[in-house]
């Protein structure tokens, strides 16, 4: 089997998490290369759902190695308490499951940051969930930043944690005018972190280039979406790391030479979370009946997702940024009900005409989707389980997606269910 990045090609929720489940059979290692708590991947498997947020998807396999890499943002008390929770459920956690030291933690100072600097944009805000991700990024890019390493090192840590405690809690006085944190109870509450996940923690790189040199193949697990992504996303209604594939090298320690696929998901239809524009965004009539029936509330947050047509021009960008090999489509079901389906095949800005995915934001929120119209099919396809079982108006849409966006489809999901998804 060879190594495989899977990312999500529009603004994430993709379901990934089922398609990666999917694949995780025929692999040996499963690694997350960046995010953080910020993201949940949801598998349903005989009915039993399962939300995970750090652990990869391929934990519900217990013969997998499951490995967080160091691009990832740990938030110790987020991931302890979902350990916790997949121990209850029956989950094996213990011996296949790696941290990577070199990955940053977040800390409350990190939370209280994200939350303040949200309120302040007012009108500008992000959409940010507030759980320290973009914050814990900054101080890994400034230099400041704690690192998994450095809490098993204890004059270190001490000495770290304390100069972030002092820089953060004057900002919090002097700009927010609020209160800051005490040392003395950060410091012993992460101290106790660190004997509960000490078990866990890997130098990732070491771990993931051995298990190749014997043989084994690894699924890179992205989180979040192409169009999230920090540098390629649409910026800055964006996360704060770099969710295309090109981030699973850095944040794992994997060469790109030991890459040899690479796989997009890709929902049938468009949805976003949060702010930012949406070129092919629905009515609100047609934005309910396509959030219930999807059932599109974030995993992590609860929010209600944007929903819209199935953006060619979008995922065909994300096709080439990806160097993507195939597409994975999800949720077709969702679409059943619909006598008419669109496809966005290009932007009006003005009275021009563009088929590119533009970089300027204010181009961006300025664009008119261009349609194509196909009739729907009408009928339930949640009990098919071969590709060319499905209706003949339904192979029609998903040929001429492929066409637009230069990258053939493999796996169609016609459901949440494990079961509910087949090859092509």
Not at 134 to 140: A, I, L, N, R, S
């Amino acid at each position: 089997m060879p190594n495989i990045i899977l990312v999500g090609t529009q603004w994430g929720d993709e379901g990934k998490g089922k398609i990666i489940d999917m694949i995780t059979q025929d692999v040996d290692y499963v690694v997350r290369f960046q995010g953080g708590n910020n993201a949940g991947h949801t598998v349903v498997v005989d009915g039993r759902q399962f939300i995970l947020h750090l652990v990869p998807s391929g934990i519900l396999h217990e013969d997998k190695i499951c490995v967080i890499g160091n691009g990832v943002v740990v938030d110790p008390e987020v991931l302890i308490e979902e350990i916790k929770s997949l121990k209850k459920k029956g989950i094996k956690v213990d011996t296949n499951l790696l941290i990577s030291d070199q990955a940053h933690i977040i800390f409350p100072y990190h939370k209280m940051m994200d939350k303040l600097r949200e309120a302040q944009k007012g009108k500008g805000k992000i959409g940010t969930t507030g759980r320290g991700i973009g914050p814990c990024y900054t101080d890994k890019a400034s230099r400041c930043g704690i690192r998994l390493a450095d809490l098993f090192n204890d004059s270190v840590f001490h000495d770290k944690l304390k100069e972030n405690i002092d820089e953060k809690n004057t900002i919090f006085c002097k700009v927010y005018g609020c209160d800051g944190f005490s040392f003395d109870e950060v410091y012993k509450q992460y101290k106790k972190y660190r004997q509960y996940l000490k078990k866990h923690i890997c130098n990732c790189s070491q771990v993931l280039n051995d298990a190749i040199a014997i043989g084994k193949s690894i699924l890179f697990e992205g989180a979040q979406g192409t169009f999230l992504d920090i540098d390629h996303g649409t910026y800055p209604f964006v996360t704060s790391s770099n969710s295309t594939a090109g981030g699973a090298v850095i944040g794992t320690g994997v060469g790109p030479k030991r890459i040899d696929k690479v796989i997009g998901v890709a929902k049938a239809y468009t949805t976003r979370v949060g702010e930012g524009p949406f070129p092919t965004e629905f009515s609100s009539v047609m934005m309910e009946k396509i959030r219930t029936k999807g059932k599109e509330f974030g995993a992590t947050t609860g929010r209600p997702r944007r929903c819209g047509w199935f953006d060619a021009v979008l995922v065909k960008h994300s096709v080439r940024l990806n160097s993507i090999d195939e597409i994975v489509i999800t949720k077709l079901d969702v679409l059943d009900e619909c006598k008419k389906i669109k496809i966005c095949v290009g932007y009006r800005i003005g009275k021009r005409l563009i088929r590119y995915f533009p970089s300027d934001i204010g181009s961006l929120w300025r664009c008119k989707p261009v349609y194509e119209e196909l009739p729907g099919w009408y009928q339930d396809t949640t009990r098919i389980t071969k590709y060319e079982n499905l209706p003949q108006k339904a192979l029609k849409y998903l040929n001429r997606i492929s066409e637009l966006i230069g990258a053939g489809i493999s796996i169609v999901s016609v459901g949440s269910d494990r079961k509910q998804a087949f090859k092509v």
